[in-house]
């Protein structure tokens, strides 16, 4: 038996995109139910889009967490987590090796 496996694309009109696992200890922004939530304050981004998340972290958060550096700043995403959401959509694996991948191998 042979599996066929497809990867469904799943195509939305309107320009959103996918969450990305990243913008978590980027933007301290978790995806819930196709809302990104800011952690750090609460408000939600419907429009899932890499600009808007770092636009309201550019202008809501930057000053207190762009020092946030390495662990850090991975210490400060559990702890928001934890503070806020009962259910999270992406595990705290796949967040960390997102992080380690972007350090190891920095995206140009
Ligand atoms: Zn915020």
Known sequence: MESTETTPKRQKT???GPFKVE???MYFFVCRESVAKCLVCGAEVK?????SIERH???QHKDAYENLTGEERLE???E???RNLQ????SNEE???SFLLYNVFPSP
Do not use: D, P, Y
């Open 14 to 16: 309107g320009g959103e």
């Open 23 to 25: 913008w978590e200890w």
């Open 47 to 51: 429009c899932i889009r890499k600009s």
């Open 57 to 59: 972290f550019n202008r």
């Open 76 to 78: 400060k995403l559990q």
């Open 80 to 82: 928001l987590k934890g």
């Open 87 to 90: 259910e999270i959509t992406i």
């Open 95 to 97: 967040v960390f090796l």
